[in-house]
């Protein structure tokens, strides 16, 4: 017991002392990569700690950190020189996307509430994108997604994750998109009186995200220290 808690300690010392960073110029895929490490980390150590009741809702995390780990992977080996300059793209088309969004629905919603809003803002991610598709096509010309940005799907056959990302996507899926077999499994008890609650199926839930969480975790420190 005594052994576990200075190897815990250590890890803790270890992803604490990962966490800190210096921003330096035009080294945006480090900063992403680190922050996927630490976010993976922390999200193992809040479904150990947290209350187990609602894991129900903790998810869909797992996705999004599989699919940072397939999209940093695929850029690190496809596009090495360019990195930095996608992940800077990338950044600016999320942003504007998430601009116009929020403009879109206040604009309708509500007019009066103040936003950062400039109107070649629709301009400015459309130009980013096809400054985004030209580095892509440029490595790879052979590709024939219409997006600017390759799929997922795509990146991770590329990557040799194809069987991890179906796995993971379909697990996570359900909890993100309407699923009738989701909402049936919330009623528990004695037939035919249940109860239905997020809580129910809560341990299960727990060892999924714990497992997936440090399984994914493990896949990123290989990956990096390789």
């Not at 869909?60 to 992940?87: M, S, T, V």
């Not at 909402?183 to 497992?211: E, Q, V």
Request: hydrophobic share 35%.
């Amino acid at each position: 017991e005594r052994n576990q808690k200075v190897t815990n300690f250590k890890k803790e010392q270890y992803f604490e002392a990962h966490s800190y960073h210096t921003i330096r110029s035009e080294r945006y895929f480090t900063e992403i990569v680190k922050a996927t490490i630490v976010k993976c980390y922390q999200f193992a150590v809040s479904v150990n700690q947290h209350d187990v009741d609602y894991m129900f809702f903790s998810l869909p995390a797992l996705r999004g950190i599989c699919e940072e780990y397939i999209a940093e992977k695929f850029i690190f080996e496809q596009f090495n020189d360019e990195k930095d300059e996608i992940i800077f793209l990338r950044h600016i088309c999320d942003h504007l996307k998430s601009c116009i969004a929020q403009w879109k629905y206040f604009e309708l919603n509500r007019g009066d509430q103040p936003l950062y809003y400039e109107d070649n803002f629709p301009q400015r991610l459309k130009e980013s994108e096809e400054q985004l598709r030209d580095i892509i096509k440029s490595k790879l010309p052979a590709i024939t997604s219409k997006s600017f940005f390759p799929s997922v799907y795509y990146m991770s056959k590329q990557t040799g994750l194809t069987e991890l990302y179906n796995y993971l996507y379909h697990a996570t899926s359900t909890f993100v998109h309407f699923s009738p077999s989701n909402l049936l499994r919330m009623g528990w008890g004695n037939l035919p009186d249940i109860k239905f609650s997020a809580s129910n199926f809560k341990l299960y839930y727990k060892d999924f995200c714990m497992f997936y969480s440090l399984l994914l975790l493990s896949k990123l420190c290989e990956w990096q220290s390789s």
